[in-house]
C-alpha cells in the first residue's frame, strides 16, 4: 500500500516550533511531534472499540462477541476466568459482562460484574464491555462505578435501563428513567473516555408502546451518543433484518450486531424467554416440545438452528458481527463459531506473551521470562507501576515489584481441587525422588503409578506448551535426575513470524529466541554446576540462588539478557522476553512460595510429605541457564550432561 | 567471571520503598533501582578518565595519549580535526590539547584551545583534555572557562601556571600564583566534576628553587586534587624513572605518564629546548649536528631514539602509559607506536558508528542510517538535544533537527581544496551523464579521463567504506545508469561481533544488517520504480522525496525500521541504527543542498555546469529501499534491474 505521506510536509513540517527558517533547539517541538513511541505492532491493541469495528468493516472481516454473566461463587469466578482463556483463544473481538443489580455489582467482591470485567480486560487480555444499569441508581451513584470502571482500565460501557424493582415502573424525578439518561450521563460526565453500547430490540421492547415509538427510542439513545447496537435475541433472521431495515430508515448509522442465542436445553430457553417476555416461534417449539428431556437432542437443534440463522445473517453482506448469549457455557456457541468459520483455531499473537488490555499497559512489549507460566501473577505484582517497559526492559523506570502476598486471589488459585492436586503430585510422598517422578510425569504425560496424569505443577497451571514440548526428551531425562525445571524454551535462529508453534508478530517477521532453561535443584548439583559452567564462558549466562537469596550469576553489571526477538518488516526490534537478573530475585521468592503454599500446605503439618516440600524449599537452588550462542545448537542439555558427569566421576574429580 | 552479587540481598533489597512487607507501588522507589537504562556495551563509554586508567593499570593494558597545540588559522583548524580522526582510529587513551593566552584561548573561534577541545570530544569522539593555565587570570576568568568547558562537555583539565607576561614572575595578590592555587580552585568550585592532570618536571621545574622544591610543589598539587601527573619532555629514560621513585618515596601516588618527544626535526628541536630550558644530551647533539639538515635522517633517529626509551620505560613495568607530544605532526608518533605494538590497527567498534565523547551523549546507541557519512553534521544538528535516543529511535522525545544554516562551520568542510574538487569533479560538465561519471568513478576507484581519482563526493567525505566496497561492482553498474548511490550496506545474516568488515560491539555476540540503498534518480526512473516496487511488497520499503517534500513511502505509520542490530551475551538488543522516515524528511534538506552548496557552487552563475547540477537538484528524486529479507540474497539489485528492464521495454509495458 503506498501512502502519499503529504502530512510530511503538512502537519509535520508545521510542528516544528519556528516556521522562519531559524535554528530549531529541539527540546520544545518535540511533543507535537508525529513520531509514535512503540512499533505498534498491531494495530487493534492501541485502537478504541468502535475503530476496530471500523477497520473490521472497511476490510471486509467478520467477527464475533461473546455474552457472560457475572458468577455467583468465588468457585465459579475462577472456572469463568480459565472459560474466558478458553474462549478468548478463538479471538472474539470483545466480551459483555452483564451487570447484576443484585449481586452488588461495582463492589470489589472476586464475583461482581465490575470485577470480572476487570479480570477479563487486565489478565486475560480481552476486550470487554461493561453492563451498567441506572435504574433505581442516584446520578452520584453511576458516576461511582464509571469512575471506578476507568480506573480498572474498562473503556466500553453498555448503557441499559434495567428492570425497576417494582412490578410497575414509575417515572424518577432527577432520576435514570431511560438509557438515554444513562448515555446522555457518560457522555456528559466522561466526554469521549467511553466507547457507549446500546441496546436495540428487533421485535420492539416489551414495555414499549408500540415497535415505532422504540425505535424512536433507539434512535435518541444514538444520537445521545451511543457507538453500536446489540440487539435483543431473536429466532428468525428477518426478524433481524427487518429491525436493521427499519433503524436504517429513521437514520441510524452506527454499526448494528445481532444477538444470537444457541438453544442450549429446554430450561434455559423457557427462563430467558420469560424474562424477555418474547415469544418463540412454533416452527421452533413444535421441534422442541417432542425432544424437551433430551438436553444433547435439544443442543443439536440449537446449534443447527443457530449455524442456519447466522448463514442468512451473513450472507446479506450487511452483518459485520454476532453477538452471542453463551449462558456462561462453551460448547454450543463454539460449535456454532466453528461451522461458521469465524472460530480462530490459530490466532496470529502479536508477542508471545498474551497482552492486557488494559489502557495504561498499551505499550508494553517487554517482560521477564519468569512469568511466562503465570502471566496473571505478574500483571497482579506490577498493576501499579506508572510505565511498563517498552523496547528495553532497561529502560524501565518501575523495577519494583507489588508483593505477592495473596495467594488466595481468586485469579492466582489453581483450577484443579485440593483432591485433582493430591492425585496428581501424591498422597504420599517418600523422597524426593517422589517429587522427581512427579516433574516428570508432567513431563512426559504419562498417568502416574496411581494411573492419574500430572497436567499441572504449582508454577504450570497447564499442560506443556507445544513450544517446550520440542524438548520433551531432554526434559524428562533431566527431571528424571533431579533437574526439576518449572520453565524452558528451545532456540530459534530466524524462523518466520508465521510459524505455527514459535510464530509471533506482524507477517513477512522472523523470530528468534535464545535457548533458555529454568529448574530447581540440589546444592550438590549447583556446586559441580558452578564448575562445569566455567567452561561455557561466556557463552552460557547463569543466575543461581536459593530460597534466603544467595545468589551467584555471571550476568555484566545486573543487565538483562534479551532471549526472545524479532525483526519485521518497517519496523523497529521487538524483544519481548528478557532474562532480568533483578526481576529474578522477587519472581525467586513467588517460585519458592509455590512449594509451600501450593504443594507442601495439601499435607498435614508435620506430616513426613509436607517435610519433604520443606526441605526441597529450604535447601534446593532455582537456577537459570541462557545459552547466548542461539544460532548453534543448544548446549545447555550438554552443560546438564557435564554436571552429571563430573558427579558421576570419581572423588577427586570434584575437587 | 563469577560475581556474588551480594548486592542484591543488601542494598538492592534496602532500595525496595517499605521494609516492612507491605504491597510496593512501585512508582517512588525506582529512581534509586540498581539497574541501568543503557546496555553499556563499553565501560570505557561511561567512566571517567581516571576510572579507564585504572581498569587499564589493572588488567596490565599500556596506553598511550597525544597532545596537539590549537592551530592559527581555520584550514588549519580543519586539517588538525581530520588528524584528531585519522590518528584517533589508532586508539589513544585521550588527547589533550594546549591553552595558548595569546590566542584568545577560551573563545568561540574555531582555532581557540577550547573550540578545538570541544571538537574533539563532540565531533571526533576522543577523550580529551583540556589544557588551562591561571597566569595573569582573575578567578572569575577561570571559573567562566571552566564553566564553558563544563558546558561543552570537556570532562579534564589539566593545570598549569603558564608563563608571566612579565619576563620576571611577580607574585599577585588574591590571584593564582601556582598551579596548585588552580587545582584547589576547580576543586573548590566544580568540586569532583573535572579530571585534574598536573605537569611534572624530571629534571626539575626550570624557575623551581632545587628539584626537591619542585617535587614538594607537585606533591602539593596534587594533595590540592590532581589525579594523575604528566611530565614535561625528557631525554633520558633514567630522568624519568628517577623522578618517579623520587615522587613515590615522598608519598605521590597517582598515576605518572613520562611525556614522550620524538624528535622530529633540528629547528622544532631547538625551538623546544629554548622554551622548555632543558638541556640536550651530548650523546644527542653528537648524531645531530651532524645531520641537521637532513630533515628524514632527523626524523629517523628521532624514531629511532623515541622507540628506545619508551621500550625502556615500558619494560620497567611501571609505566602504564605513553603520552606524545605531537607538534600536530602524524608521521613519526605513528612509527613510534607502530614499533612499540601500541598502535591498534583495527580498533573494536563498541558501535557501527562512531560515538561522541560528550557524556550528554553516553547512552546514545540509535542513530539514522542517513548520516552515516556525514557524523559530524548529525551531532551538529542534534547537539541541542535533551535526550538521546537509546534502545529506540522511536523513543526519542527529540526528534527536532537543528537547521543546517552553517555550510560554513569549519568541521564540516570539505578537506579538499576547490581545486582538487574541480579536478575529480569535472572542470567543466556536458550533461547529466558527466555526473554520472563522477559517481561511478567514485565507486570504482578508477581515475576520470582526466587522470583524477575521486576521492570523494559531496556525500562522502572519504573514499569508499570497506563494507560498502562489499557492493562495489552492483554500484558501479547502477551508478553508470544513473542510480547515484550515496550510502548502502549490505545485508548480514549474523556474523560475528568480531567480523573485521562488518562487526562491532562485544566479543561472542552476533551482527545483522539489512540490505540498504539510497540514492539520487531521475523522475523517470522514480515512476518505473514505483511500477515495480509493487512486487516487492512488503519486503522491500521504501521513501522516494523530491526537494520540494513530494514524497511516496510505504513504511508502516511513519515508523522507523531498524535496518542494523546486534544480540550478545547478557545483553539487550541493541538496534544502532535506523531508516526514520521523520528524520529523513531533514536529512533531504541536507543531502539535496549539497548538490548546490559543495558542488553547483564550484562553478560559475548561469555556466552550463552550474545550470547541470541546479537541474538534477530541482528534479531529481533522493530515494531510499531497504530489504527487510535479511536472511535471503538482496533483492534491492534485482529491483533495480526490473526498473531498467521496465525503462527498456516498449512503451505499453509502461502503462
Given at each position: 500500500?503506498?501512502?502519499?505521506?503529504?502530512?510530511?510536509?503538512g502537519?509535520?513540517?508545521?510542528?516544528?516550533?519556528?516556521?522562519?527558517?531559524?535554528?530549531?533547539?529541539g527540546g520544545?517541538?518535540?511533543?507535537?511531534s508525529?513520531?509514535?513511541?512503540?512499533?505498534?505492532?498491531?494495530a487493534?491493541r492501541?485502537?478504541r472499540l468502535?475503530?476496530?469495528?471500523?477497520r473490521?468493516?472497511?476490510?471486509?472481516?467478520?467477527?464475533?462477541?461473546?455474552?457472560?454473566?457475572p458468577p455467583?461463587t468465588?468457585?465459579?469466578?475462577?472456572?469463568?476466568?480459565?472459560?474466558?482463556?478458553?474462549?478468548?483463544?478463538?479471538?472474539?473481538?470483545?466480551?459483555?459482562?452483564?451487570?447484576?443489580?443484585a449481586?452488588?455489582?461495582?463492589?470489589?467482591?472476586?464475583?461482581?460484574?465490575m470485577?470480572?470485567?476487570?479480570?477479563?480486560?487486565?489478565?486475560?487480555?480481552?476486550?470487554?464491555?461493561?453492563?451498567?444499569?441506572?435504574?433505581?441508581?442516584?446520578?452520584?451513584q453511576i458516576?461511582?462505578h464509571l469512575?471506578?470502571?476507568?480506573?480498572?482500565g474498562?473503556?466500553?460501557?453498555?448503557?441499559?435501563?434495567?428492570?425497576?424493582?417494582?412490578?410497575?415502573?414509575?417515572?424518577?424525578?432527577?432520576?435514570f428513567?431511560?438509557?438515554?439518561?444513562?448515555?446522555?450521563?457518560i457522555?456528559?460526565?466522561?466526554?469521549d473516555?467511553?466507547?457507549?453500547?446500546?441496546?436495540?430490540?428487533p421485535t420492539?421492547?416489551?414495555?414499549?408502546?408500540s415497535?415505532?415509538?422504540?425505535?424512536?427510542?433507539?434512535?435518541?439513545?444514538?444520537?445521545?451518543?451511543a457507538?453500536?447496537?446489540?440487539?435483543q435475541?431473536?429466532?428468525?433472521?428477518?426478524?433481524?433484518?427487518k429491525f436493521v431495515k427499519?433503524c436504517?430508515?429513521?437514520?441510524?448509522?452506527?454499526?448494528?450486531l445481532?444477538?444470537?442465542?444457541?438453544?442450549?436445553?429446554?430450561?434455559?430457553?423457557r427462563?430467558?424467554v420469560k424474562?424477555?417476555?418474547l415469544?418463540?416461534?412454533e416452527?421452533?417449539?413444535?421441534?422442541?416440545?417432542?425432544?424437551?428431556?433430551?438436553?444433547?437432542?435439544?443442543r443439536n437443534?440449537?446449534?443447527?438452528?443457530?449455524?442456519?440463522?447466522?448463514?442468512?445473517?451473513?450472507?446479506?453482506?450487511d452483518?459485520p458481527?454476532?453477538?452471542?448469549y453463551?449462558?456462561?457455557?462453551?460448547v454450543?456457541?463454539?460449535?456454532?463459531?466453528?461451522?461458521?468459520?469465524?472460530?480462530?483455531?490459530d490466532?496470529r499473537?502479536?508477542?508471545?506473551?498474551?497482552l492486557?488490555?488494559n489502557?495504561?499497559?498499551?505499550?508494553?512489549?517487554?517482560?521477564?521470562?519468569?512469568?511466562a507460566?503465570?502471566?496473571?501473577?505478574?500483571i497482579?505484582?506490577?498493576?501499579d507501576?506508572?510505565?511498563?517497559p517498552?523496547g528495553?526492559w532497561?529502560?524501565?523506570?518501575?523495577?519494583?515489584?507489588?508483593?505477592?502476598?495473596?495467594?488466595?486471589?481468586?485469579y492466582?488459585?489453581?483450577?484443579?481441587?485440593?483432591d485433582?492436586?493430591?492425585?496428581?503430585?501424591?498422597?504420599?510422598?517418600?523422597?524426593?525422588?517422589?517429587?522427581f517422578?512427579?516433574?516428570?510425569?508432567?513431563i512426559?504425560?504419562?498417568?502416574?503409578?496411581?494411573?492419574?496424569?500430572v497436567?499441572?505443577?504449582?508454577?504450570?497451571?497447564?499442560?506443556?506448551?507445544?513450544?517446550?514440548?520440542?524438548?520433551?526428551?531432554?526434559?524428562?531425562?533431566?527431571?528424571?535426575?533431579?533437574?526439576?525445571?518449572?520453565?524452558?524454551?528451545?532456540?530459534i535462529?530466524?524462523?518466520?513470524?508465521?510459524d505455527?508453534?514459535?510464530?509471533?508478530?506482524?507477517?513477512?517477521?522472523?523470530?528468534?529466541?535464545?535457548a533458555?532453561l529454568?529448574f530447581?535443584?540440589?546444592?550438590?548439583?549447583v556446586?559441580?554446576?558452578?564448575k562445569?559452567?566455567?567452561?561455557?564462558?561466556?557463552?552460557v549466562?547463569y543466575?543461581?540462588v536459593?530460597?534466603?537469596?544467595?545468589?551467584?550469576?555471571?550476568?555484566?553489571?545486573?543487565?538483562?539478557?534479551?532471549?526472545t526477538?524479532?525483526?519485521?518488516p518497517?519496523?523497529e526490534?521487538?524483544?519481548?522476553?528478557?532474562?532480568?537478573?533483578?526481576?529474578?530475585?522477587?519472581?525467586k521468592?513467588?517460585a519458592?512460595?509455590?512449594?509451600?503454599?501450593?504443594w507442601?500446605?495439601?499435607?498435614?503439618?508435620?506430616?513426613?510429605?509436607?517435610?519433604i516440600?520443606?526441605?526441597?524449599?529450604?535447601?534446593?537452588?532455582?537456577v537459570?541457564?541462557?545459552?547466548?550462542?542461539?544460532?548453534?545448537?543448544?548446549?545447555?542439555?550438554q552443560v546438564?550432561?557435564?554436571?552429571?558427569?563430573?558427579?558421576?566421576?570419581p572423588?577427586?574429580a570434584?575437587?
Open positions: 500500500m503506498v501512502n502519499q505521506v503529504q502530512r510530511v510536509d502537519s509535520f513540517q508545521a510542528s516544528k516550533s519556528d516556521s522562519s527558517g531559524a535554528s530549531n533547539s520544545e517541538s518535540s511533543k507535537d508525529s513520531r509514535c513511541s512503540t512499533p505498534v505492532l498491531d487493534d492501541t485502537d468502535r475503530d476496530k469495528m471500523r473490521r468493516m472497511e476490510s471486509g472481516d467478520r467477527w464475533f462477541s461473546l455474552e457472560f454473566f455467583r468465588s468457585n465459579g469466578a475462577v472456572n469463568l476466568i480459565s472459560r474466558f482463556d478458553r474462549m478468548g483463544s478463538g479471538g472474539p473481538l470483545f466480551i459483555d459482562v452483564t451487570w447484576h443489580p449481586g452488588d455489582p461495582g463492589s470489589d467482591k472476586e464475583t461482581s460484574s470485577m470480572i470485567a476487570s479480570t477479563a480486560v487486565n489478565y486475560c487480555g480481552l476486550e470487554s464491555i461493561l453492563h451498567l444499569t441506572c435504574a433505581n441508581q442516584t446520578k452520584e458516576t461511582g469512575a471506578k470502571a476507568k480506573r480498572l474498562l473503556k466500553n460501557i453498555m448503557a441499559l435501563r434495567g428492570d425497576p424493582v417494582a412490578d410497575v415502573w414509575e417515572e424518577e424525578e432527577c432520576g428513567n431511560y438509557a438515554t439518561d444513562l448515555v446522555k450521563h457522555r456528559w460526565e466522561f466526554d473516555y467511553f466507547d457507549i453500547c446500546v441496546a436495540g430490540y420492539g421492547h416489551p414495555e414499549a408502546e415497535y415505532e415509538v422504540d425505535l424512536k427510542h433507539l434512535k435518541e439513545k444514538v444520537d445521545a451518543g457507538d453500536f447496537i446489540i440487539t435475541l431473536f429466532f428468525r433472521a428477518e426478524s433481524f433484518l427499519d436504517r430508515a429513521i437514520g441510524i448509522t452506527c454499526p448494528i445481532p444477538g444470537i442465542f444457541p438453544i442450549q436445553g429446554y430450561q434455559s430457553l427462563q430467558l424474562l424477555s417476555k415469544e418463540v416461534p416452527e421452533i417449539t413444535s421441534v422442541i416440545e417432542p425432544i424437551r428431556d433430551n438436553d444433547a437432542a435439544i437443534y440449537g446449534i443447527q438452528h443457530a449455524v442456519g440463522m447466522c448463514r442468512v445473517l451473513l450472507e446479506t453482506g452483518v458481527g454476532l453477538h452471542f453463551t449462558l456462561n457455557r462453551e454450543a456457541t463454539m460449535e456454532v463459531l466453528k461451522q461458521l468459520g469465524l472460530w480462530i483455531e490466532p499473537r502479536p508477542l508471545p506473551w498474551a492486557s488490555a489502557p495504561k499497559r498499551k505499550v508494553e512489549d517487554v517482560r521477564p521470562i519468569f512469568w507460566s503465570r502471566p496473571k501473577s505478574y497482579y505484582r506490577t498493576q507501576w506508572d510505565e511498563f517498552n528495553r532497561g529502560n524501565s523506570s518501575s523495577p519494583a515489584f507489588g508483593e505477592l502476598n495473596d495467594y488466595y486471589l481468586f492466582l488459585k489453581s483450577k484443579s481441587s485440593k485433582d492436586l493430591l492425585k496428581m503430585w501424591g498422597e504420599e510422598l517418600m523422597n524426593e525422588e517422589s517429587v517422578e512427579v516433574f516428570t510425569n508432567y512426559t504425560g504419562q498417568p502416574n503409578h496411581c494411573g492419574h496424569k497436567m499441572c505443577l504449582p508454577w504450570n497451571d497447564d499442560p506443556l506448551a507445544p513450544e517446550t514440548n520440542l524438548l520433551k526428551d531432554e526434559l524428562e531425562k533431566v527431571n528424571r535426575r533431579g533437574i526439576l525445571t518449572i520453565n524452558s524454551q528451545p532456540n535462529n530466524g524462523k518466520p513470524s508465521s505455527p508453534i514459535v510464530g509471533w508478530g506482524p507477517p513477512g517477521g522472523y523470530v528468534f529466541q535464545k533458555y529454568e530447581f535443584t540440589s546444592s550438590e548439583n556446586t559441580a554446576l558452578l562445569v559452567l566455567k567452561k561455557y564462558e561466556p557463552r549466562n543466575h543461581i536459593n530460597v534466603q537469596g544467595k545468589n551467584t550469576t555471571n550476568a555484566p553489571d545486573l543487565q538483562p539478557n534479551a532471549v526477538w524479532g525483526i519485521f518497517g519496523r526490534i521487538v524483544q519481548p522476553t528478557v532474562v532480568d537478573p533483578v526481576s529474578f530475585m522477587y519472581w521468592d513467588e519458592f512460595g509455590l512449594w509451600i503454599e501450593q507442601a500446605k495439601l499435607y498435614e503439618e508435620e506430616s513426613p510429605s509436607r517435610m516440600i520443606q526441605y526441597i524449599h529450604d535447601n534446593y537452588y532455582l537459570n541457564l541462557v545459552d547466548n550462542d542461539f544460532p548453534l545448537d543448544s548446549c545447555l542439555s546438564i550432561d557435564d554436571m552429571f558427569e563430573l558427579l558421576d566421576a572423588l577427586e570434584m575437587e
